[in-house]
């Protein structure tokens, strides 16, 4: 077994600027100047949103970045519940990761629903029939014992002392943040089991909330492994290709379960014929399932899947698969209901570009929460093991870019 090392940055702050961060900085402006003006003039003025499509582009965003960030709970289930620590380098991460994920969630519905100040309704009039008021509290109480989790990371810097009193209880918090994740993400799936005759049947399943938690499980991994191989080539640190290539045995094995459900289901419900139909909704089902499943499993078994290109392709394709799945269900599979009820729908200026302004928020924040505390785990022999992370002469991380 691989003897790790924490990088822990010897510079007090940084806060690298660079032009790429400048562009982010002013497009996030720019977009808080539209949000404003949102806010002002009402869902109508600003947004191609109607009766007939009252969740749009923010719905589709808040759905993928939730499943995205289910990379912290299924890392997390393989490091800690089964005792993999050979893939701690890639759960600390995902950790952090997973709980931007969800505070970018809580902003982009800000922006949508526009009460932000009713926030403490659910606690005082729970609505527990409602797929929703377990969405949010499991939300919730997630990204609480995230916050937990978090600060013992940030102690190691801050006070070490503090970290070692905080011991006792990480064991109860880590089991916690591996369980509750699984009540949203199946709740997720649940909220259109309410409208079947709204989606197309292909999609339109009782299995909804099985395949959505399936889904954001195994693509986990595949986000950790994009994340760790983007990160140590731009800060000029080793790829561990094998513990990489380690991960994607258990999306690969994950994958096929996931593809028998899916073609279990749709020949039971007599669906199949839909999908070779080569309509839309047919021709985006077999793109979401070539991305998801089918072209994973084949690098994973080439030559080509243990390489670090090969690992990267595996993963960008189990993502791409994943966020075709959840934008098929909330716009292709609606789209033939939306036309009969003479409605249409496409993302005006400013929802688009809200959005990447609050996606802005959430790389700038990764990218100095990174530079500033101990998330990076490298091996000994690495060429800059024994060097700051973060520093003033020629490292990995003042080469970079971003």
């Known amino acids: 077994m691989k003897e790790w090392t924490l990088k822990t940055p ?9 032009p790429v961060r400048i562009g982010m900085l002013a497009l996030l402006v720019f977009s808080l100047l539209l949000i404003f003006a949102r806010y002002y003039a009402g869902l109508g003025q600003w947004t191609n949103l109607s009766d007939q499509v009252p969740w749009g582009a923010w719905i589709g965003a808040d759905m993928n970045v939730i499943a995205l960030a289910g990379a912290g709970f ?52 729970p609505g527990v029939h409602s797929p929703m008021f377990e969405v949010y509290m499991c939300i919730v109480a997630y990204m609480v014992l995230q916050v937990i989790e978090l600060i013992e990371v940030g102690a190691e810097k801050v006070s070490p002392k503090f970290k070692k009193k905080m011991q006792p209880i990480m064991q109860i918090v880590f089991i916690a943040a591996c369980t509750v994740p699984l009540g949203h993400q199946a709740s997720l799936g649940s909220l259109y089991l309410g409208m079947p005759a709204k989606l197309d049947p292909i999609w339109a399943t009782q299995m909804m909330p099985w395949l959505f938690l399936l889904s954001s499980f195994f693509v ?81 078994f080439l030559p080509f899947g243990k390489t670090k290109g090969g690992l990267l392709v595996f993963g960008l394709s189990g993502m791409a698969g994943l966020v075709l799945t959840r934008l098929n269900v909330v716009f292709t599979g609606m789209s033939a209901h939306v036309a009969s009820m003479g409605g249409s729908y496409f993302p005006s200026f400013m929802e688009i570009v809200s959005t990447l302004g609050l996606f802005c928020i959430a790389f700038l924040a990764y990218l100095w929460i990174t530079e500033n505390f101990p998330f990076f785990y490298g091996l000994p022999d690495d060429a800059a093991a024994n060097k700051d992370v973060v520093n003033e002469s020629e490292s990995g991380f003042n080469q970079a870019v971003m």
């Open 10 to 18: 010897k510079a007090r702050w940084n806060l690298r600027i660079t």
């Open 74 to 125: 299924s890392t997390a289930i393989i490091t800690h519940i089964f005792h993999a620590e050979k893939y701690e380098p890639v759960s600390r991460r995902c950790l952090l990761l997973s709980f931007i994920g969800y505070v970018l969630v809580l902003l982009i519905l800000i922006v949508e629903i526009g009460r932000w100040d009713n926030f403490w309704r659910p606690f005082v009039s």
């Open 220 to 300: 986990g991994p595949c986000v950790a492994i994009v994340e760790y191989i983007w990160t140590n080539s731009r800060y000029n640190m080793k790829v561990d290709t094998e513990m990489l290539y380690g991960l994607s045995k258990i999306s690969v094995v994950l994958m096929a379960v996931y593809f028998v459900m899916k073609g279990a289901d749709l020949l039971m419900r007599g669906q199949l014929g839909n999908v070779f139909s080569f309509t839309l909704c047919g021709n985006m089902f077999l793109l979401e399932i070539l991305l998801l499943c089918v072209v994973p499993i084949i690098i994973h």
